[in-house]
């Protein structure tokens, strides 16, 4: 009977997480000492950061003047069906070793979720992912341990959270607190008054913002596709509570800066076109967030479309549609949510003169054929508005500061979005349930929306007709339409508010092809 009990001191139970996607999936690190070949040995589908935390862990214990002989230790990280990664397993692997040996109290690390990478010197660092670590823990009710970081969002709220910068300051027992958050703003303070003229895109990016539609551009260079599409944050409203905590969730887990998205900021993210697949949707070993999710609850922008891969450009689709990724991989199948606003620009072809009444385009018609081409009908489907950006006047540019200001916008998205969450309140009370935009309502729901007369009716199937628009495409359309009409506070869709949208639409087959 006393052996039984010294071997069970012999074991020390540190509970830690793994990153999974953007959550965090909790772990138990058993450590166990005992008679055998010295050494560590881990098992429980370990990664190789895992693996070598054997050398970071024995020369920082050494470093933090702890008993550190050669002995026969097995870390077992459980459950060991689910597979673990990051250098965060040092802390844990660590502190059980500690209390395996009795060096310890075995209360420093009871109701606390631990988590921390390894210095040589016996210092201990945060890793990426805090927001999730803090997540979990906040589920389950627990504490947290970490190395010196700043204040999370669920930090804020009043859970316990203790930083340990050394690994000696386990034997005062006295811990730091996490800092606090230095908000750094991700705002260019770029304004849309900046740009003169360009009036017809301004309205586009209002429908746009105001109805979350997507959106591309198409023009000449120099145009200010760019500058149009840099500033649409500036006009739409500011993260809800939950967004902000979806949003820098995935941004923390990615390593990226977070807190000026929980001041309410909203994403936008602007890939190169040379960026890879996974670079875009999400992927690699680990399984790690793209773009789309980076963009989630904001703004993703597609410069240059057509020079993206047409394959890369063509798993947009489902992310557009559903507002998730879905990786299938062997490891298990990863989602990623990705809800966001899609916005691009465009060449109207590769010298990006075709139809400048200023000059001439040096294309030819298999040239052009082929650029318009590379986006792909199917993607072109998807975005409920075209509108052609041309080149400003000298007159327009010499009145730069002097056009119609962000603020002035913003004022008519708001007003919009405010209109459309009463009148879907009272639809739901007449039994429908309908929404402006396609990705979140049903067809026949948004139609009923637009309250529709005969006269309506008889105008969109003409011009429905009149564009060759696809079943896709007229739903853009009344979307669209449906968004116009919340911007003038009108109960119903009219043939006016039809006829907007659909001039959005007709360039469809004109100025890119689908």
């Known amino acids: 009977m006393r052996d039984m009990t010294r071997r069970e001191e012999q074991v020390g139970f540190v509970t830690t997480a793994t990153i999974q996607g953007i959550d965090a999936v909790p772990v138990t690190v058993e450590v166990s000492v005992g008679s055998g070949l010295p050494g560590i040995h881990i098992v429980g589908m370990p990664d190789t950061a895992i693996q070598e935390a054997k ?24 459950p060991g069906s689910v597979r673990k990664v990051g250098s965060g397993f040092d802390l844990p692997i660590a502190l059980g070793f500690l209390i395996a040996t009795g060096q310890i109290n075995p209360e420093l690390v009871k109701n606390r979720l631990c988590v921390g990478e390894l210095s040589l010197d016996g210092s201990v660092k945060a890793i990426f992912g805090q927001l999730a670590y803090e997540h979990i823990a906040q589920e389950r009710g627990w504490g947290l341990m970490t190395g010196p970081t700043v204040a999370g969002v669920f930090t804020q709220r009043g859970q316990e959270h203790i930083c340990l910068e050394h690994l000696s300051d386990l034997r005062s027992g006295c811990f730091a607190q996490p800092e606090p958050t230095m908000v750094t703003s991700g705002d260019t ?17 209002q429908i746009a913002a105001a109805g979350s539609h997507g959106l591309l551009m198409v023009g000449p260079p120099g145009s200010g596709k760019t500058m149009l599409a840099s500033r649409l944050p500036s006009i739409l409203p500011p993260l809800a509570e939950d967004e902000r905590v979806e949003s820098a969730l995935i941004h923390s887990v990615a390593g990226l800066p977070f807190d000026w998205i929980l001041q309410g900021e909203r994403p936008f993210r602007a890939p190169h076109h040379g960026a890879s ?10 399984t790690t967030a793209g773009e789309v999710s980076l963009a989630h609850n904001g703004v993703l922008f597609l410069d240059e479309l057509p020079e993206f891969g047409s394959s890369v450009l063509q798993l947009l689709r489902q992310p557009m549609e559903q507002g998730f990724v879905t990786l299938a991989r062997a490891s298990g199948t990863v ?13 109207p072809c590769p010298c990006g003169f075709y139809g400048d009444p200023k000059r001439s385009c040096t294309c030819t018609v298999p040239q052009i054929s082929r650029y318009q081409g590379k986006v792909g009908g199917p993607l072109m489907d998807r975005i409920e508005i075209i509108v052609d950006v041309w080149r400003s006047d000298a007159a327009h540019v010499l ?6 200001s962000s603020a002035q916008l913003k004022e008519g998205v708001m007003r919009a979005r405010a209109f459309a969450t009463q009148r879907q309140a009272r639809d739901e009370e007449q039994g429908l349930i309908a929404n402006s935009t396609l990705a979140n309502g049903s067809g026949a729901a948004l139609l009923a929306s637009c309250r529709f007369g005969t006269k309506e009716r008889a105008s969109l199937e003409m011009m429905a007709e009149r564009y060759q628009l696809s079943g896709r495409g007229i739903m853009c359309a009344v979307a669209v339409a449906r968004t116009i009409a919340d911007m003038e506070e009108s109960e119903r869709v009219t043939s006016e508010h039809l006829l907007e949208a659909m001039s959005f639409r007709k360039n469809d087959r004109e100025s890119v092809a689908a």
């Open 399 to 404: 009145n730069t500061g002097q056009g119609t």
């Open 189 to 205: 303070g770029t304004d849309y008054a900046d740009i003169a003229g360009n009036d017809l895109a301004k309205r586009a990016l």
């Open 335 to 347: 989602v990623f949510p990705a809800r966001f606003m899609f916005v691009a620009a465009s060449n």
């Open 277 to 286: 697949r996974a670079g875009l949707i999400g992927g690699g070993n680990p």
């Open 55 to 78: 050398q970071r862990v024995r020369q920082a214990l050494k470093a933090a003047h702890f008993e550190m002989r050669n002995r026969f230790v097995v870390v077992n990280l459980a």
